[in-house]
C-alpha cells in the first residue's frame, strides 16, 4: 500500500510541474530574451532552468514562481561567467516583441539592456519589467535590498551614459 502512495505521490508532482511549464513557459520566455538579448539563448535558458528545477519541485512548497524566478537568473549569471563573451543583438525580434506599441522602443531597450553586466540586466529587468519591489527583487535575486538598490543606480547610470539614444525614443 506505501509503494502505491508513493507513486500517486510522483505522479501528481509530475502533473503540477508540466501544468507550472504549460502556464508559466511564455513569460519565462520573455524575461529569459530581456537577460539574454537573443531568442535562441532564451530558450535555452528557460529549458536548462526548468530542468534543473524538476529534480527539486516536489520539494518546493507554496509559491514555485519565486524559486524558479531566482534559479532563472543564477543560470544566466552562470552561463555568462563561464562563456564571457559580448552579447550579439539579433535582427528579428520575437512575437512578443514585435507586438509592442512602438517597435523603435523595443529595439533600443533590448539593444541598451544587452550593453550591461548581467547582474545589472538582471535587477532592471526584475524591477522595470517584472515590475517587483527592491525587496521583491533582492528576494528572487538572493541579495540584499542595497544590492538591489546600487546595482539599479549604478545600470542607469551605465545606461545613460551609453545609451542616450535610448532618452530620445522614451520622450
Excluded: C
Excluded at 544587452?114 to 527583487?137: H, I, K, M, N, S
Excluded at 542607469?156 to 532618452?167: E, I, K, M, V, Y
Aim: aromatic share 6%; proline share 4%; no cysteine.
Amino acid at each position: 500500500m506505501r509503494v502505491h502512495n508513493v507513486r500517486a505521490m510522483r505522479q501528481e508532482t509530475r502533473e503540477t510541474f508540466q501544468e507550472y511549464v504549460r502556464t508559466r513557459s511564455d513569460a519565462l520566455g520573455r524575461v529569459a530574451y530581456l537577460l539574454t538579448g537573443d531568442i535562441h539563448q532564451a530558450e535555452d535558458l528557460v529549458q536548462q532552468t526548468l530542468i534543473n528545477v524538476a529534480s527539486r519541485w516536489e520539494k518546493l512548497r507554496g509559491d514555485p514562481e519565486p524559486y524558479v524566478r531566482r534559479a532563472l537568473y543564477h543560470q544566466h549569471i552562470s552561463w555568462w561567467r563561464r562563456h564571457r563573451r559580448e552579447a550579439v543583438p539579433v535582427a528579428d525580434l520575437p512575437d512578443v516583441a514585435a507586438r509592442e506599441s512602438d517597435p523603435s522602443l523595443t529595439v533600443a531597450v533590448r539593444d541598451a539592456l544587452a550593453r550591461l553586466a548581467p547582474g545589472q540586466r538582471a535587477v532592471l529587468v526584475l524591477r522595470y519589467f517584472e515590475d517587483l519591489t527592491e525587496a521583491e527583487a533582492a528576494a528572487a535575486l538572493g541579495v540584499s535590498v542595497g544590492t538591489v538598490k546600487s546595482q539599479t543606480r549604478d545600470a542607469l547610470a551605465r545606461l545613460r551614459t551609453l545609451a542616450p539614444d535610448l532618452l530620445e525614443v522614451s520622450r
